[in-house]
């Protein structure tokens, strides 16, 4: 097919750039190588945090030989003895399509084969976030915040822009400063509302001449670039999604700020203090119901004095590498416990805690060293009706997302299933 369409022609608008993406029918080849009303009763929230490299699996994981309540935390998870009656751990579980020894993050939340698209190399599906997302995110101002650490991939997450991905299996974009956070849930507009309703409107008709444009060149492509194209499409309905939720929200002013602002460039431990702060204010003022948290490593070892690597401490035998591994469990385990802690001093409007509302997950698709089998999977939260306070041991290679299929269900979203999920967990169900 000839074509006069020059890719490089593209729209711009103000605070938007779209183009056209690269088609083989026109020359291109792929290379193979709140201040709105509270609700009258308190939703349901789900927080999902990541954390890369996964853990000591001697002393993270308690004895297999104690199932069940009556079983003693281990040295990793001892921090976290108060809350032991509202916490559960899960053995057993993985993604049976991992095979990337380093990517922790990547298909966490998704379980996806990353080989299922013919001829290409990686592809990912939805994230159970973004499901929460889809179904309980509809009222707040953020469908969806995603949070990430300041040290990028050095941790062992993998690809991915954040631990979300969205229904196209397309990575979802997060934020790794607190303070831009921080501003992004709570600062008030610069630009006066006129202003800013001119910005939208030009932006839809910056994507409404892109569609036409778009178009003009849809008949007579090859049936790769017209699954390309439709897949186009609906990334400029996404954004007509995300203007028309931005439009909504125009002349309703942002929450209270019920924190201060965070100090600039904390990294590390004290980074992960104030996530977990902003977590908790973020569900608090009801500004977004789904949140992932892509945590750091390297900078969390630094901020503990140790300058191994992440990489060299996830390699660990015995010695240095290893007593590095468990401190940095122990220290994960003392910031879980107090973001619990604070969970359950927030109260709601009608008297019970933000706690007993929300739904968290922290683990890992990665156990430790370069294992993918029985992925670490802490659960606590009443916001998904599960059962707390045991340790579940699950027969060997339990397919992980029918752990989140279980907190779905137990968050009343009506899925069939998720990921490579073959039923729900019946001992997880309260």
């Known amino acids: 097919m000839k074509s006069l369409f020059n890719r490089r022609h593209f729209l711009r608008g103000t605070g938007?750039?779209?183009?056209?993406?690269?088609?083989?029918?026109?020359?291109?080849?792929?290379?193979?190588?709140?201040?709105?009303?509270?609700?009258?009763?308190?939703?349901?929230?789900?927080?999902?945090?990541?954390?890369?490299?996964?853990?000591?699996?001697?002393?993270?994981?308690?004895?297999?030989h104690q199932p069940g309540t009556d079983y003693n935390l281990p040295e990793g998870l001892v921090p976290l003895v108060r809350h032991q009656s509202d916490l559960t751990v899960v053995q057993g579980c993985s993604n049976q399509y991992s095979n990337e020894a380093h990517w922790g993050s990547t298909f966490w939340l998704s379980g996806a084969n990353r080989f299922?698209?013919?001829?290409?190399?990686?592809?990912?599906?939805?994230?159970?976030?973004?499901?929460?997302?889809?179904?309980?995110?509809?009222?707040?101002?953020?469908?969806?915040?995603?949070?990430?650490?300041?040290?990028?991939?050095?941790s062992g997450h993998g690809p991915g822009l954040s631990l979300a991905w969205d229904q196209r299996g397309k990575p979802v974009a997060g934020q790794?400063?607190?303070?831009?956070?921080f501003h992004k849930l709570f600062s008030a507009d610069d630009l006066p509302l006129?202003?800013?309703?001119?910005?939208?409107?030009?932006?839809?008709s910056v994507l409404d001449a892109v569609l036409t444009e778009a178009k003009r060149v849809q008949r007579g492509l090859s049936k790769t670039d017209t699954d390309k194209l439709d897949e186009y499409f609906q990334g400029?309905?996404?954004?007509?999604?995300?203007?028309?939720?931005d439009e909504t929200w125009l002349d309703i002013p942002k929450a209270e700020a019920p924190i201060a602002e965070p100090e600039p460039g904390l990294k590390g431990r004290e980074e992960i203090k104030v996530m977990y702060d902003l977590i908790v204010a973020a569900l608090q003022t009801?500004?977004?119901?789904?949140?992932?948290?892509?945590?750091?490593?390297?900078?969390?070892?630094?901020?503990?004095?140790?300058?191994?690597?992440?990489?060299?401490?996830?390699?660990?035998?015995?010695?240095?590498?290893?007593?590095a591994s468990q401190t940095r469990d122990k220290t994960h385990s003392e910031l879980l416990a107090g973001l619990i802690d604070k969970l359950k001093a927030t109260k709601e409007s009608d008297g019970s805690s933000l706690f007993d509302h929300t739904a968290l997950a922290f683990g890992s698709n990665i156990s430790s060293i370069h294992y993918l089998d029985n992925c670490p999977t802490l659960l606590t939260g009443g916001g998904a009706n599960l059962k707390l306070g045991q340790h579940l041991v699950l027969p060997n290679?339990?397919?992980?997302?029918?752990?989140?299929?279980?907190?779905?269900?137990?968050?009343?979203?009506?899925?069939?299933?998720?990921?490579?999920?073959?039923?729900v967990v019946k001992q997880l169900r309260a």
């Open 194 to 204: 006129e202003q800013r309703q001119a910005a939208i409107a030009e932006n839809r």
């Open 236 to 245: 400029i309905r996404d954004i007509e999604t995300r203007l028309g939720e």
């Open 286 to 323: 009801d500004s977004t119901r789904a949140l992932t948290y892509r945590m750091p490593g390297q900078a969390l070892l630094q901020s503990m004095g140790i300058s191994l690597s992440a990489h060299n401490v996830s390699h660990y035998s015995q010695g240095e590498r290893k007593q």
């Open 176 to 181: 790794n400063d607190p303070v831009q956070v």
């Open 16 to 64: 938007a750039l779209v183009a056209l993406p690269a088609l083989e029918s026109i020359g291109f080849r792929r290379f193979v190588s709140a201040a709105s009303p509270a609700p009258s009763t308190p939703p349901k929230r789900a927080v999902f945090m990541g954390i890369g490299f996964g853990v000591t699996k001697e002393t993270w994981f308690p004895d297999i």
């Open 116 to 154: 299922a698209l013919p001829g290409q190399s990686m592809a990912n599906s939805i994230s159970a976030d973004q499901v929460v997302a889809q179904q309980l995110g509809q009222d707040t101002r953020f469908t969806s915040i995603q949070l990430n650490s300041t040290d990028g991939n050095a």
């Open 397 to 423: 290679d339990t397919p992980l997302c029918n752990v989140w299929l279980t907190m779905l269900h137990g968050m009343g979203i009506s899925v069939e299933r998720h990921g490579d999920s073959s039923g």
